[in-house]
């Protein structure tokens, strides 16, 4: 994710997780942002000053009056960043700001502030059950305010329950969303991603090399620009994407089964897995020993997911992948014919840095109608970024076609 130019406010208040801050400020600050952390009394009683200094390379903000302060910067700070993020964010923090009270630099600046912002919670489990706190974390959501679910787990208090600050790629991941366009708001989306497994036995299948970050991507970026997401994804080692809904399955079949049940109410379908196209016919129950110099196996194909779904497409929006080591726009094309697609994206998986395993992509995005547009190399993300520029618009214009129809 880019937060180049970026500039992001990193208010810490006083709790245990504080020192969890200072690793949010610097994955911040690794993705390009430029960050300005404003710190409250009691959190300089876990964590100094000294510490977000050295990381960001800016002078931290700690008290409204004083010799160096600016008497407006309370207003100034809340209006001139990009994002606020509060992490972690004090059951007190949290009850100040509902309240609108400002008797801190942190507190005022959320009163005046007019960007963004991010809450992220940290507290003792029975706190973060509290109907009090429930009903304050409400009325900041009611007020545009985005909040984080704290994680579950062990606490320092030495009770297990809901109230760990989430880990900082995550709350890093939140504030991509933050700060992204939300032209998928509303809308739908259903990505699938990574391999599929055939299994010969209970040891050995049959499968192929995709890794799954191309369609992880998709996923990912599009909850980001505000999509309702559900990824169903094959066999990966990849973790699950920040607020997206994951389906995981193992064979083509079961993708399959899962696709079908879940297209009818999606927007758009984004069938970025690499399906096996066969599978054996049968596979054994037991693993299957040496015994012979040669062995032969019997394939059966796998149902195509893209022809089953095409008769259940009403309005959907649906973009297919083409994986290709030759005549690459060619078997584009024919596939995007054969599978009544509205886009296809082809990329030719001979170069060692685009296609499988690697971070990297270089695809060409071919429209059922319009002129192919074929991308540099990029990252993953980015191709994701590009690919969800023309969802977009492809939805528009859906929408005013049943518009006008309508």
């Not at 933050?178 to 040891?203: C, M």
């Not at 299948?205 to 997401?229: E, I, M, P």
Request: charged share 20%; glycine share 8%; proline share 6%.
């Amino acid at each position: 994710m880019a937060f180049t130019g970026k500039r992001i406010l990193l208010g810490v208040t006083g709790g245990i997780a504080a020192y969890k801050a200072a690793e949010v400020a610097r994955r911040l600050i690794g993705a390009g942002a430029r960050v300005k952390v404003v710190m409250t009394r009691a959190a300089q009683e876990f964590v100094g000053p000294l510490t977000f200094a050295a990381l960001t390379g800016e002078k931290v903000a700690t008290a409204m009056f004083g010799p160096d302060r600016d008497p407006l910067e309370h207003v100034a700070l809340g209006q001139e960043v990009d994002a606020i993020v509060v992490a972690p964010a004090t059951a007190n923090l949290i009850g100040k700001v509902a309240g609108g009270i400002g008797d801190d630099l942190l507190t005022t600046i959320m009163l005046a502030a007019t960007r963004p912002v991010l809450i992220c919670p940290a507290m003792n489990a029975e706190m973060w059950a509290n109907p009090v706190v429930q009903g304050n974390l409400a009325r900041l959501q009611g007020r545009g305010l985005r909040v984080m679910e704290p994680a579950a787990g062990p606490l320092a208090c030495g009770a297990v329950g809901l109230g760990r600050l989430p880990e900082p790629d995550l709350i890093v991941e939140a504030v991509a969303g933050l700060l992204s366009p939300q032209d998928l708001a509303g809308r739908k989306i259903l990505v699938t991603a990574g391999p599929t497994h055939e299994d010969f036995d209970p040891v050995r299948f049959l499968t192929n090399r995709s890794s799954g970050k191309q369609g992880y991507a998709l996923a990912r970026v599009a909850w980001r620009r505000g999509a309702d997401v559900t990824l169903v994804s094959g066999p990966t080692s990849l973790p699950a994407p920040y607020g997206v809904k994951c389906v995981m399955v193992r064979s083509a079949r079961d993708m399959g089964t899962e696709v079908k049940a879940l297209f009818p109410e999606m927007d758009a379908l984004l069938m970025a897995a690499a399906v096996s196209d066969y599978r054996p016919i049968q596979a054994e129950v037991r693993k299957i020993k040496r015994a012979h110099e040669e062995m032969a196996f019997h394939l059966t194909q796998n149902p195509d997911i893209l022809k089953q779904v095409a008769p259940l497409k009403s309005q959907q929006i649906v973009v297919g992948f083409a994986a290709e080591t030759h005549d690459l726009e060619t078997e584009a094309r024919r596939k995007m014919r054969e599978k009544q697609l509205d886009l296809i994206v082809a990329n030719d998986v001979n170069r060692p840095d685009s296609g499988f395993q690697v971070d990297t992509n270089e695809v060409t995005l071919i429209p059922r109608a319009g002129d192919p547009l074929p991308l540099p190399l990029l990252s993953k993300e980015e191709v994701a970024v590009k690919i969800l520029d023309q969802v977009v618009a492809l939805l528009k214009t859906r929408d005013g076609v049943l518009v006008k129809n309508a």
